[in-house]
């Protein structure tokens, strides 16, 4: 438009140059070039702030995608921090129940251990004039176990208790009855010799359950253990303490186990309290 309005005036000045002088002439047609130049810059700058503006508004769009998008990261971020605060506080929680049952079985753990111990005690006070390799008391895994020798107990391949032997079975029956919460098992066991006879017993397994069986009835019948209590069983010639190569190993072997526990329903209880996953 203003070119436009330039070339006009152009016009009008050539118009003109017959009413004025030469020297004004020149002047008008110097002035005239000028804004013609004048023009042309200011349509290279229009040109030139267009395209800015042009750059501008694209950029502006690209800075409005990042901010939607950095928005929306945001946003996933804060909801995924609620969540992890919910399982972190949740994992706290599985971490104190866990510890506080931990510290339950140890001090169930420790409560048996001195109890066993005192009991162990007992017991060797008990029978501190019976022969070491005929009666032997320890703990051992949490139990306390008392081992007596075959031939304290029984006749060659027999399964009835010898009279003698029930003095013995009255003192660990005494030990017995005061701990009455704790549980007995009877086991017997044999060596690795075959039974000469075959009726009854059968065979070693036949005679280590018998002897087991033999010695949780006296116990019963004639020290008042409570039957309810006490499991009796046979582990054969498979469970041996040493070898069975020479005759004090045979010897060993040939043993009834009397094994005082604390009550496995007790132990189940403590277990069954176990922070669930």
Same mark, same amino acid.
């Given at each position: 438009m203003k070119i436009l309005k330039m070339i006009a005036i152009g016009a009008v000045a050539i118009s003109l140059t017959s009413c004025v002088s030469k020297k004004q002439f020149e002047a008008l047609n110097i002035n005239y070039k000028q804004c013609l130049d004048g023009a042309a810059a200011n349509q290279r700058t229009i040109q030139d702030l267009k395209s800015a503006n042009a750059g501008l508004t694209s950029e502006n769009g690209l800075l409005k995608d990042q901010n939607n998008s950095l928005k929306s990261s945001l946003d996933a971020c804060l909801a995924n921090t609620g969540k992890g605060s919910a399982n972190i506080d949740k994992l706290i929680g599985e971490i104190n129940s866990s510890n506080a049952y931990i510290k339950r079985l140890? /001090?169930?753990n420790a409560k048996n251990d001195s109890l066993n111990l005192a !009991? /162990? *005690?007992? !017991?060797?006070?008990s !029978?501190? *004039?019976i022969a070491d390799s005929d009666v032997q008391v320890k703990v051992l895994k949490g139990v306390v176990m008392i081992s007596l020798s075959d031939k304290m107990l029984y006749n060659t391949? /027999? $399964?009835d208790v010898m009279p003698a032997a029930q003095e013995v079975l009255g003192k660990?029956?005494?030990v017995i009855n005061d701990y009455d919460k704790y549980s007995v098992l009877i086991q017997g066991n044999t060596d690795n010799v075959p039974l000469k006879s075959a009726s009854v017993p059968k065979d070693n397994w036949d005679l280590s359950a018998l002897r087991a069986t033999s010695v949780a009835r006296i116990l019963q *019948?004639? $020290?008042g253990v409570d039957p309810s209590r006490m499991t009796a069983g046979g582990n054969s010639e498979y469970q041996p303490k040493t070898t069975n190569m020479s005759v004090s190993g045979r010897a060993e072997n040939r043993r009834t186990e009397i094994i005082i526990m604390p009550k496995l329903d007790e132990f189940m209880k403590l277990m069954d309290s176990a922070p669930v996953k």
């Open positions: 140890i /001090s169930t !009991l /162990s *005690n007992k !017991l060797k006070r !029978l501190d *004039n391949g /027999s $399964f660990v029956a005494k *019948n004639q $020290f």
